[in-house]
């Protein structure tokens, strides 16, 4: 490409290098734009990275996804990172449930696993032999799961009441909550069903359970985050010819006819016929102006949530599996992270062949999400003795935590309502993010489609060819 070429391609300034930024300047530069992604942080991918402690590579929290989140294997195969990643061939979920105290526990391992049948038969066996539930409690889920289909995902009225009441409304008990609807609500929702939206929930379960059979089969990164979210993202970036800047913080924007000036903390401004807001809604709240979107003094009310990561590293192997959900106890789900973290290669892993490193993840835990180390140490490590009978025996290596405070959207009855479409009022100014109307929970398919959506609106916008879009959520080509 020339330079007068160059020039004469319409400008665009992606503010935010998380997973909706990076979708939403691959799509501007694919479509022809001359595209700058300016990121405040040295790193991209936002919310779903990594770093180095010492020699160990940390994930800042296990992130999982579903079959169901097209746009973020999209994204994945858009990245070159479809090998990075597995996919379960057919959902199946260890969850064990303890009771009893810390020296006498008494141990129940159930499984949720689906069989190829057709929705809703694909979780009926495995419901049937789910043994954390009795048979009056399994015919109550069944009652639910009937309800949960017969709602419309278009009412705005779901959005008014919490999923808890209504699923008690439903014949649900304290039982069905702990060891079905919360065991996979909190962790897709960050919320307890009595703090979340029923919007939201049913639009979890609804697409997760009772779409397609295999629509929650789980996948998760066999690499570090930051393999997949920084490094294959930045080479794809850079190979579609966007400018990535790090560290690259933007402290104004500044609305103009024909171009907006994005102006970056001690830089010359930049300017854009089109500026994609892709920072969460704290970003958004500061750089946009006055009256860019309905409702915009809201968006101070709009509030987060957190997910704590609680890291263990044992001398030995204390899981057998490569994770488990657990009942009955204050942990909540448990990664096996030993290969991810390349934990074999360190000093501490060759010092003791066979070591392990679980990490636990906590999510909606508005009261842990600010305790000392030492406090999390002696609440955590009993719990993982009392689920896991080798970790009782085992000596503990390395203990440490990561906290994301504001880890995802606060989903709670009436935060549909503050989410925000990618269109603004100011031309050429779109917002993206997983916190925008993308009708799904705060995660990483949320924040790919939101880069789609940005995209799409900044496209149709500025007349130019939009790729072919598929409907099903895909890299639109
Ligand atoms: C611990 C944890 C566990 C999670 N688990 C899961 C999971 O299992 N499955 C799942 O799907 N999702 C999970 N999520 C949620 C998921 O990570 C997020 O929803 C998603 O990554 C959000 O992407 P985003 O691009 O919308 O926003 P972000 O990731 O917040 O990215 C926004 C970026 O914009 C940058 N930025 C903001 N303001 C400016 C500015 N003024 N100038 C320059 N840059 C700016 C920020 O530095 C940031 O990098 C989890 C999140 C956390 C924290």
Redesign the pocket.
Do not use: K
């Given at each position: 490409m020339t330079g007068r070429a160059d020039a004469a391609r319409p400008a665009a300034v992606v503010?935010?290098?998380?997973?909706?930024?990076?979708?939403a300047a691959l799509r501007l530069a694919e479509a022809g734009h001359r595209v700058t992604l300016?990121?405040?942080?040295p790193?991209?991918?936002?919310?779903?990275?990594s770093f180095q402690r010492g020699e160990l590579t940390v994930d800042?929290?296990?992130?999982?996804?579903l079959r169901c989140?097209t746009a973020?294997r999209g994204l994945l195969e858009r990245l070159g990172a479809t090998r990075l990643v597995t996919l379960q061939d057919r959902l199946d979920v260890p969850v064990l449930s303890v009771s009893g105290s810390e020296t006498a526990p008494v141990r129940t391992l159930g499984r949720l696993r689906r069989a190829g049948l057709p929705v809703p038969l694909h979780l009926a066996g495995s419901l049937a032999r789910y043994p954390h539930l009795g048979p009056a409690d399994r015919a109550r889920v069944v009652r639910g799961a009937l309800a949960l289909q017969g709602l419309d995902l278009a009412d705005p009225a779901l959005d008014e009441i919490s999923f808890g009441e209504w699923l008690r409304r439903n014949g649900q008990n304290a039982n069905t909550l702990a060891a079905l609807w919360d065991l996979v609500g909190v962790?897709?929702l960050?919320a307890r069903a009595d703090q979340v939206s029923l919007a939201l929930a049913a639009m979890v379960f609804k697409t997760g359970l009772l779409s397609d059979p295999g629509a929650s089969d789980i996948g998760?990164a066999a690499v570090p985050l930051g393999t997949i979210?920084h490094d294959r993202a930045l080479a794809e970036l850079e190979r579609a010819g966007v400018k990535v800047l790090l560290r690259?913080?933007?402290?104004e924007l500044k609305p103009a006819e024909p171009q907006h000036a994005v102006r970056?903390e001690g830089a010359e401004p930049i300017a854009a016929e089109t500026v994609v807001l892709?920072?969460?809604q704290?970003?958004a709240a500061?750089?946009l102006p006055p009256n860019a979107i309905a409702d915009q003094e809201r968006l101070a009310d709009f509030g987060t949530a957190p997910?704590?990561?609680v890291h263990v590293v044992y001398d030995r192997k204390v899981l057998r599996r490569p994770f488990f959900a657990a009942l009955g106890s204050p942990v909540q789900w448990v990664f096996d992270r030993t290969a991810h973290s390349g934990l074999a290669g360190t000093e501490l892993g060759r010092a003791h062949p066979g070591a392990q490193y679980l990490a636990l993840?906590q999510?909606a835990v508005q009261d842990e999400i600010d305790l000392p180390v030492a406090e999390l140490r002696r609440r955590y490590l009993p719990e993982l003795a009392r689920l896991l009978p080798a970790a009782a025996g085992a000596e503990v290596l390395d203990f440490f935590v990561?906290r994301?405070r504001?880890?995802?959207f606060d989903p709670a009855p009436g935060s549909a309502q503050l989410r925000p479409s990618a269109r603004t009022n100011v031309p050429g100014l779109v917002l993206?993010?997983?916190?925008?109307a993308t009708g799904w929970?705060?995660?990483?398919?949320?924040?790919v489609r939101?880069?789609h959506a940005a995209a799409d609106e900044a496209l149709a916008a500025t007349g130019t060819r939009l790729p072919v879009d598929r409907g099903d959520g895909r890299w639109p080509r």
């Open positions: 503010i935010g290098g998380g997973l909706a930024g990076i979708t300016a990121e405040g942080r790193r991209l991918g936002g919310l779903a990275f800042n929290g296990q992130h999982v996804y989140c973020y962790a897709t960050n998760m979210h690259a913080r933007v402290a970056l892709a920072g969460a704290d970003s500061a750089l997910i704590l990561n993840s999510s990561t994301e504001t880890a995802t993206a993010g997983a916190w925008t929970p705060a995660t990483m398919e949320g924040a939101s880069g």
